[in-house]
């Protein structure tokens, strides 16, 4: 079963809540799709990390010998990305776009398209089972693709280690990455918090999980901050016919738990959050 973690916004706690569900599980393949800003393996770092190169694009290089500095290129990028140093144009493969325009038309044909590479991709093992997640490289692009490919990863490593739960932390939003981390998966949990840009970015979230499914949940984290719009949350859960599977309070042990480098779970197993975590664990899996 594939199980992922979404939520419109950053800051609702996804990810604490993701990884305290993990650490329920006796045998999980652990999957952080936030290839942008990947932090699962903060909390469950892995042993035994496989790392391999993932090449998200191309960027352009100048060959020195070959170029007669006319100018050309930097007169043509719209990025910005060509500069010059010490006399010479250069390529600064950060805000270097990959469009290949200087490429094509560079009169010495002093400029090549090499790949990107410098992205990483992990495979590893972890308390809990395995973990994968990728990293892309500043100013990288192609997010959803990586996406793509770290589940496919996951997927390969569920059926050759024989374990059948995947859990997957998804990215904020609801871009390509959002498409790329529910295209597939049987369930959604959605977590959002009781702010008005959290129900508005959980509306939208729900509005497109809905089109790629029926199996969707809400937790409500740190709901007694904002009961008024806690009631608004529900009341657009039930219009909805999707079910709160778990209102969860402000708790400063999440804080301390994180600090500790463990999950809620982990940290105090008899407090009431983690209590309502395994609750919501039990609807989810057993439903």
Request: proline share 3%.
């Amino acid at each position: 079963m594939e199980i992922a973690f979404l939520s419109g916004k950053g800051g609702t706690g996804k990810s604490s809540i993701c990884a305290a569900f993990i650490s329920i599980a006796k045998n999980v393949i652990a999957v952080d799709c936030d290839v942008d800003a990947a932090n699962l393996y903060l909390i469950f770092p892995p042993k035994n990390t496989i790392e391999t190169n993932y090449i998200s694009g191309k960027n352009a290089i100048i060959h020195q010998d070959k170029c007669t500095q006319c100018g050309l290129c930097k007169e043509l990028c719209q990025f910005d990305a060509i500069n010059i140093a010490e006399g010479k144009f250069e390529v600064d493969s950060i805000s270097c776009d990959g469009c290949a325009l200087c490429f094509r038309k560079c009169p010495t044909k002093a400029i090549e398209m090499v790949d990107s590479d410098d992205s990483k991709l992990y495979f590893g093992d972890f308390r809990n089972g395995s973990i994968i997640y990728g990293r892309l490289s500043p100013g990288e692009e192609n997010s959803g693709k990586f996406i793509s490919v770290v589940r496919s990863l996951a997927r390969e490593k569920s059926k050759e280690l024989g374990i059948e739960d995947i859990i997957i932390d998804g990215p904020p939003g609801i871009g390509c990455p959002f498409m790329s981390t529910i295209t597939g998966v049987d369930k959604v949990v959605v977590v959002t918090e009781p702010s008005m840009s959290g129900l508005v970015d959980l509306k939208r979230s729900i509005d497109v999980a809905q089109s790629f499914m029926q199996e969707i949940y809400v937790i409500i984290n740190k709901y007694d901050l904002n009961p008024e719009v806690t009631n608004q949350i529900k009341e657009y859960c039930l219009e909805k016919n999707i079910e709160i599977i778990a209102f969860l309070p402000f708790d400063k042990e999440v804080v301390d738990a994180m600090i500790n480098g463990q999950t809620i779970i982990e940290y105090n197993s008899e407090s009431d959050i983690s209590n309502r975590i395994r609750e919501a664990y039990q609807i989810v899996f057993k439903s």
